[in-house]
């Protein structure tokens, strides 16, 4: 299938991705970044699904049940109609997925598939019938599933043949627990369902609606609140690993960690949308992650903060559509990326500015991490983009850097705050020069992705966003109508040029349109008073989400289907943010980030 062709579900520490056909190909308990049950995604049906669908051929039509997480997927074939509704309730004690198939029209054959394949697909489990429900077990994890249709084993796999009739409603639950622990009760699944739909039509109920694009954005914050790590406060970037940026190619990462550089976007997301208990949960787990030595920061944790995020590839799995290799993990974590350092600095002072209150213990890391960044902002390093290759001056660091600096004065100047903020203003004034000096091409008319390089960037474009020019300098102008010219196909936004042949960020191979970039240009047209042609390309860019509105991380322009991670944090945070930009100019995160 398609990567548009998933819906996803998720309970705040999880999520699972159900294909238009029923099939659950997706899966990973008990955490975001735990080892997939269902990984059909990243290979074929027996690396683990759970599939519900008609034995005929069907018509398929699907939805969310209002602003829901829970899906409805309805079947409609010759013989009659059956609905699907898909949920997993919001963690109690152990995560739950539940399904219930149900009978709206005439008499319809079912068939279930459930192929449990624990570690990515590597671990095929002991399967036997207990009081009257089936247990699963592999190494430290069990899966239980209650039913009462009458199940039977074949070949590796539980199968079972069922009829549903109009009025019938036949439930699955299946269970996560570990394996060294008694089985726990299943929930009702009935009542799961109803509660499940009441907690997210309540968490909507707090959402303060932008006046332009209330459903997109709706669907983006849900989207968001489903890749919470509720314990912690944590959003990964993506529910999934390895999904490729070019189909059949290498361009493979695991998306299922938080990366810094998406903090304070998110902050604004949610802050605007009034979800300021979200927005201080992501700020807390911000300063946990990074507390410490700033020489150690990372660009990327684990849910909860973890350091460790070794990749390794897993041979056994032959990719989405043959895209190999197949990661986990990611070696990104120990690349020095200069830009987030000042994202953490922007972010811890942004926080302030929006209200959330913080204690000293922010300001001495703030401190801590300038006083770092002083020392090593001349540094060449990996960039936003994660380059593979050797380091190079990138463009967006140095503002990046910048902005570190201009938020600790700025924290003085406005906030009361206390530090030697004359050499701060020194430093920043140094690297402004630079990045002016050499960083902008005069026979181009644009800055560029790095120090002397020819190559544009659209990081560029969030450089009136950051506060480092004003929107009417004429080389933030030249650069946008540069990047227009040359990275725009089709009315979307390339990150950068990439070929057959390597590229800049070392991997051969080209890729789709990354989809946030769209969104960074109708922010930077929309600051430079050309708000009709930013609201068309936001428009633009929104049609490329599937049939209930999720991104992915890029869109194929060449194959027209979404590509990357899925579905994609920092797609979603900039649908909300753009979408508030034009719909209240003065409240929006770019025209208020960049007055800062």
Known sequence: M????????????????????????W????RFDSGACFAALLGEPDHGRFALHPAAEARIERRYQGESLVLETVFHTHEGSVRLVDA????????????????????????????????????VPWVRKLDGRLLAIGGPDALVLSTPVETRGAGMTTVATFTVRAGDRVPFVLTWHPSHEPSPRSVEAPRAIDETKSWWRAWVARHRPPSLYRGPVTRSLLTLKALTYAPTGGIVAAGTTSLPETIGGRRNWDYRYCWLRDATFTLYALMHAGYTEEAKAWRD????????????????????GERRLEELPLEWLPGYEGSRP???????????????????????????????????????????????????????????????NPRLQFVHSKVMAWVGLDRLVKAVEQQGLDGPVDRWRRVRAEIHEQICRHGFDASLGSFTQSYGSKVLDASLLLMPVLGFLPPEDPRIRGTITAIERNLV??????????????NVDGIRGREGAFIACSFWLVDALALTGRRDEARTMFERALSVANDVGLLSEEYDLERR????????????????????????????????????
Request: with cysteine; glycine share 8%.
């Open 2 to 25: 398609n990567i548009e062709d998933y819906a996803v579900i998720g309970d705040t520490h999880s999520v699972a991705l159900v294909g238009r056909n029923g099939s659950i190909d």
């Open 489 to 502: 196909r089709d009315g979307f936004v390339l990150r950068y040029t990439t070929s057959d042949d390597e």
């Open 561 to 596: 289907r979404l590509v990357g991670n899925f579905p994609q944090a920092f797609s979603h945070v900039a649908v909300i943010n753009s979408a508030r930009s034009l719909s209240h100019h003065a409240e929006g995160a770019a025209p208020h980030r960049s007055t800062t």
């Open 326 to 388: 197949v990661r986990v993990g990611n070696r990104a974590s120990r690349q020095l990326q200069l830009d987030v350092y000042g994202e953490v600095l922007d972010a811890l002072h942004q926080s302030r500015r929006m209200g959330l209150r913080s204690d000293r213990t922010a300001w001495a890391v703030q401190r801590a991490i300038g006083d770092w960044l002083e020392s090593r902002w001349q540094e060449p390093d990996h960039g936003l983009w994660e380059v593979r």
């Open 27 to 30: 899966l990973c308990l008990p």
């Open 285 to 304: 787990w911000l300063l946990r992650a990074v507390a410490g030595d700033p020489s150690k920061l990372q660009t990327v944790y684990g849910p909860a």
């Open 88 to 123: 997993m309730p919001v963690r109690g004690t152990h995560p739950n997925v539940v399904r219930i198939v149900e009978g709206v029209s005439g008499a319809v054959e079912m068939r279930l598939e459930l192929v449990i394949r624990f570690d990515y697909g590597s671990v």
